[in-house]
DNA sequence: CTCGGTGCAAAGGGTTTGCATACAT
DNA sequence: ATGTATGCAAACCCTTTGCACCGAG
């Protein structure tokens, strides 16, 4: 599930332009189009393909993470590898990191039922801070 | 976000039978492709838009449930409509359901950032029991 | 009789892939 | 030189939609 071979791997300039991208990113959790737009500021021949294989590759190298799992199902990209659960703006769809501290609530229940829990993926929705100032 | 007018809704027998298929599902966790299947038994010209239509009806009637954060995007129904928490074999691809109980963990923390935390979803991964005693 | 639901098929969007070429090693 | 990564475009998958017909109320 993480990378297994280092490989034969080339660090071209497209790989080195699609990681700064995401890691310059913030708190923004950009979508792959998102990142295709930025890199291609400075690589206007860039493909979209490219961009996602470049994505794919990162992520299974540990090097950014991915955002699977949100409720409209998009594919979003972190600079933060390590796992850690979000909380999403139901007004402004902002995506804010939260501290990877405390196990998900379910973990005893999870234990009880004879399962063993390796990961989890959490997101709280709401509204945010700066949108509950704005109402 | 819920059933907003009853309004003029007919009861047909594909939306009948949609809905008798996704609660004889049991723990499966259905995709619409399955239920479509399942529908397809009593009903053979059914099409594959009707069942997404109903399916879309029942949720949002609160009449089943859906689950859209599991880690490889699929979305998949459930006989259950509150809210609740899910354990993921990541090696037979089960879906359990958990006890809704505990609120979530980063809940804390994002009430602490300012954040108005009003609902959330939780997936945990690991290996089932079933599983295990395989191994 | 009405108009909401259905079947069919085509459109959509987001992501992946095949292929010839370009380029990092 | 060698073979990986790229650009392009087509293919894919899953879900949604448009439209004419059907059938529940």
Redesign the interface.
């Known amino acids: 599930m993480a990378a297994e071979r280092a490989e034969a791997r080339r660090t071209t300039r497209q790989l080195a332009l699609v990681l700064a991208a995401v890691q310059a990113s913030g708190t923004e959790h950009p979508t792959a189009e998102r990142v295709f737009a930025r890199v291609r500021r400075d690589l206007p021949r860039i493909s979209l393909g490219t961009v996602y294989r470049n994505l794919q590759r990162l992520v299974s190298d540990g090097r950014i993470g991915a955002l699977?799992?949100?409720?409209?199902?998009s594919?979003r990209y972190d600079p933060t590898a390590p796992a850690h659960?979000h909380?999403v703006?139901?007004a402004c769809g902002h995506i804010?990191d939260?501290?990877a501290?405390?196990?998900?609530?379910?973990?005893?229940?999870?234990e009880h039922?004879?399962?063993?829990?390796?990961?989890?993926?959490?997101?709280?929705?709401?509204?945010?801070?700066t949108c509950?100032a704005r109402a």
Not at 68 to 73: F, G, M, S, T
Not at 113 to 128: D, I, K, M, N, P
């Open positions: 699977a799992h949100l409720r409209d199902r594919l659960d909380f703006c139901e804010d939260l501290p501290g405390t196990p998900p609530g379910g973990l005893a229940a999870a039922a004879g399962h063993a829990v390796t990961s989890h993926a959490l997101v709280l929705y709401g509204c945010c801070r509950r």
